[in-house]
Structure formats: structure tokens, C-alpha cells
């Protein structure tokens, strides 16, 4: 419900996951509680998910439904979470807006005369709003961080080759500089927290490409030291 009022304000979502309903009662018959059990998730739109289009904002690519899951969406449901919308990008990804000719442009939801920022512009748009608690975006050259910038959020481009790239659809092309998935909401807690139930057994057996290094929160917290001023 949140969602649609933000995307009805600032056009931020393009795509509602059908299936999520379904999902949710499947969860709750499960023993296993996963790390984001029950937590809702928005998807940026190049992301793939089975049924849907990741069309990347182009006309060319409309007709492609995707028949799989993509490996980052399949590891979100196996901790829990649920995949409920994709959300707008601009033409190609190759831009620090937030528009094209199929889904129109997104606005900035704490000044409709700004921009989200881009390419995960859709994300930082719905997050801000309210109507996501914690995305998945992808950067190459700042499309999480711009877009968690613009719209006052916090987001992390992970290492290369940290969380499986795999079924994403980059199809636009092929850059120097390693493109990462990652996520974003409101603050460092809930990236951490993501982080932690993504870089789990499950991601590593569906892409032995990804070194299977767990999560390490001491190494966070000791990252993160008191600033020397507040020292006594």
C-alpha cells in the first residue's frame, strides 16, 4: 500500500512481483526462519525475477519474460525476504537521472523539482518515500551511491564479484570497472544486515564464481571506530 502511494507521488515503481502473496504464506509455514524472514524488498528493474521483464528501460527488451530467478532473488527468498516490486532506472543505466520513454521519470520525493539520482533511481525514490524498508541496487560508476546520496539514504557498492552478478541484465554493456549488486535503505544497520544473510551457503552453491567468505562483523565494527573528538 505504501509503495503504491509513494510510486503514485514520484513514479519510482514499475513492475508489482506477483507471487509475493504466495510466498508469504509458504513462509510461514517454515521452520527455518531466515535472517530478513518476512521482510519486504524492492528490486531494481535490470534485476531479473522469474515472469517479469528486466528491461533496462529500453523498448527492445520488453518482450524478454525471464524464465528464472536471478541468484541475488533466489538467496533473498531463501533468507526470507520477499521480492514485491522493480523499480525504475533510466534508459540504459548509463545515467545519473532517472528516466525513459516506457516508464516515464522519477521523482525526487523530498523535492519534486530534483531528481533521484541514478541509474538505482526508482530504489532511492521508493525508500525515501517510504514504501520500501531496503533494496537491492546495482553501481558501476555510483548508480547506489548517487541515488542514496540524492535522496539522503545509506547504500554500499560491495567488492566486485562479492554477491553473484549472475541473471542480471547488463546487457548494454561491458565496462573496465566491475558492476556490483547491493543494497540500500535507511540506514548502515540494515545494509549490514543484508549483507550478512546474502553472503550465506545458499549463494555460494548457486555461484561458485563468488569466494565463499562469510559476512564479518567484527570487521565492520572495528571499521567504524569512536572519532578521536569524542574520545575522553
Same mark, same amino acid.
Given at each position: 500500500?505504501?509503495?503504491?502511494?509513494?510510486?503514485?507521488?514520484?513514479?519510482?515503481?514499475?513492475?508489482?512481483?506477483?507471487?509475493?502473496?504466495?510466498? !508469504?504464506?509458504? #513462509?510461514k509455514k517454515q521452520k527455518e526462519k &531466515?535472517?530478513?524472514? *518476512?521482510?519486504?524488498?524492492?528490486?531494481?528493474?535490470?534485476?531479473?525475477?522469474?515472469g517479469h521483464v528486466s528491461s533496462g528501460g529500453m523498448v527492445k527488451f520488453l518482450g524478454q519474460v525471464m524464465e528464472e530467478d536471478s541468484v541475488i532473488v533466489q538467496v533473498?527468498?531463501?533468507?526470507?525476504a520477499i521480492p514485491f516490486v522493480k523499480t525504475n532506472i533510466p534508459q540504459t543505466m548509463?545515467?545519473?537521472?532517472?528516466?525513459?520513454?516506457?516508464?516515464?521519470?522519477? !521523482?525526487?520525493? #523530498?523535492?519534486?523539482?530534483?531528481?533521484? &539520482?541514478?541509474?538505482? *533511481?526508482?530504489?532511492?525514490?521508493?525508500?525515501?518515500?517510504g514504501g520500501s524498508i531496503l533494496g537491492i541496487g546495482s553501481d558501476v560508476a555510483g548508480s547506489i551511491r548517487l541515488p542514496s546520496s540524492f535522496c539522503g539514504l545509506c547504500g554500499l557498492k560491495?567488492?566486485?564479484?562479492?554477491?553473484?552478478?549472475?541473471?542480471c541484465s547488463d546487457r548494454t554493456f561491458v565496462l573496465a570497472v566491475t558492476g556490483t549488486l547491493g543494497p540500500m535503505a535507511r540506514d548502515v544497520d540494515s545494509l549490514a544486515l543484508c549483507m550478512k544473510a546474502?553472503?550465506?551457503?545458499?549463494?555460494?552453491?548457486?555461484?561458485?564464481?563468488v569466494p565463499p567468505i562469510p559476512?564479518?562483523?567484527e570487521v565492520r565494527l572495528r571499521g567504524n571506530p569512536t572519532p578521536p573528538f569524542t574520545q575522553q
Amino acid at each position: 500500500g505504501e509503495a503504491l502511494e509513494v510510486t503514485r507521488e514520484v513514479n519510482c515503481v514499475v513492475d508489482f512481483i506477483h507471487g509475493c502473496e504466495d510466498q !508469504l504464506q509458504t #513462509l510461514k509455514k517454515q521452520k527455518e526462519k &531466515g535472517l530478513l524472514y *518476512g521482510i519486504p524488498v524492492s528490486i531494481k528493474d535490470h534485476v531479473n525475477c522469474k515472469g517479469h521483464v528486466s528491461s533496462g528501460g529500453m523498448v527492445k527488451f520488453l518482450g524478454q519474460v525471464m524464465e528464472e530467478d536471478s541468484v541475488i532473488v533466489q538467496v533473498l527468498k531463501s533468507q526470507g525476504a520477499i521480492p514485491f516490486v522493480k523499480t525504475n532506472i533510466p534508459q540504459t543505466m548509463i545515467n545519473y537521472d532517472c528516466s525513459n520513454l516506457i516508464f516515464g521519470q522519477t !521523482l525526487n520525493p #523530498l523535492d519534486h523539482q530534483k531528481s533521484p &539520482g541514478g541509474s538505482s *533511481g526508482g530504489e532511492g525514490a521508493l525508500i525515501a518515500g517510504g514504501g520500501s524498508i531496503l533494496g537491492i541496487g546495482s553501481d558501476v560508476a555510483g548508480s547506489i551511491r548517487l541515488p542514496s546520496s540524492f535522496c539522503g539514504l545509506c547504500g554500499l557498492k560491495p567488492t566486485g564479484n562479492r554477491i553473484s552478478p549472475s541473471a542480471c541484465s547488463d546487457r548494454t554493456f561491458v565496462l573496465a570497472v566491475t558492476g556490483t549488486l547491493g543494497p540500500m535503505a535507511r540506514d548502515v544497520d540494515s545494509l549490514a544486515l543484508c549483507m550478512k544473510a546474502l553472503l550465506c551457503q545458499e549463494m555460494f552453491r548457486l555461484d561458485p564464481t563468488v569466494p565463499p567468505i562469510p559476512f564479518d562483523e567484527e570487521v565492520r565494527l572495528r571499521g567504524n571506530p569512536t572519532p578521536p573528538f569524542t574520545q575522553q
